[in-house]
Antibody, heavy 117, light 110 residues
Framework: EVQLVESGGGLVQPGGSLRLSCAASGFTFSNYWMHWVRQAPGKGLVWVSR????????SYADSVKGRFTISRDNAKNTLYLQMNSLRVEDTAVYYC??????????WGQGTLVTVSS | QSALTQPASVSGSPGQSITISCTGT?????????VSWYQQHPGKAPKLMIYEVSKWPSGVSNRFSGSKSGNTASLTISGLQAEDEADYYCCSYAGSSTFVFGTGTKVTVL
């Protein structure tokens, strides 16, 4: 059974940093592209970033480019999202998701990030 | 990277069929047959219902079907059931390894 468990969320001040982690199990992690998608409270889904299977290629939404960095450790079956220069509008549940180059097919339960002073 | 446009809400009675539209541009929906649909119940993670416009993932009911014409994709739910009441989001590949989601549609079963 595919399992994706996010951690690392919490309360941070504007301008601060946070690193999210996503522990994967139940599938061969190193074979799949991985994504981060976020959802502000009461709002819709927004794609944030993706990384290919070996970590050599990444992409970002314009809203986070230059501030967020996606990475992975295939030996630890773990996906990361380093978030710097956080803004109030980055407040959201962040979902880790498994997929491919053109589809997102399985989601974790999410971790809440709150940016507030 | 503007969000795809979906109706805010759609409703129907049990047993009826409803259709949710998802309108993008020639840079996303119109350029790729790579539209997927997700169902999200309150407080839960999204679930993939349709991928590549009209394909079903394993375990998803064939009461859900997808189609596309030009810059607009659609999700049809046939034989509406109480458990179908949820939020639905479309998502399209938008080139350069990026994705764009729709604004979301709340489905109410009357």
């Amino acid at each position: 059974e595919v399992q994706l468990v996010e951690s690392g969320g919490g309360l941070v001040q504007p301008g601060g940093s946070l690193r999210l982690s996503c522990a994967a199990s139940g599938f061969t992690f190193s074979n799949y592209w991985m994504h981060w998608v976020r959802q502000a409270p009461g709002k819709g889904l927004v794609w944030v970033s993706r990384i290919n299977s070996d970590g050599s290629s990444t992409s970002y939404a314009d809203s986070v480019k230059g501030r967020f960095t996606i990475s992975r450790d295939n030996a630890k079956n773990t996906l990361y999202l380093q978030m710097n220069s956080l803004r109030v509008e980055d407040t959201a549940v962040y979902y880790c998701a498994k997929g491919g180059a053109t589809v997102i097919d399985y989601w974790g339960q999410g971790t809440l990030v709150t940016v507030s002073s | 990277q503007s969000a795809l446009t979906q109706p805010a809400s759609v409703s129907g009675s049990p047993g009826q069929s409803i259709t949710i539209s998802c309108t993008g541009t020639s840079s996303d929906v119109g350029s790729y047959n790579l539209v997927s649909w997700y169902q999200q119940h309150p407080g839960k993670a999204p679930k993939l219902m349709i991928y590549e416009v009209s394909k079903w993932p394993s375990g998803v009911s064939n009461r859900f079907s997808g189609s596309k014409s030009g810059n607009t994709a659609s999700l049809t739910i046939s034989g509406l059931q109480a458990e179908d009441e949820a939020d639905y989001y479309c998502c399209s590949y938008a080139g350069s390894s990026t994705f764009v989601f729709g604004t979301g549609t709340k489905v109410t079963v009357l």
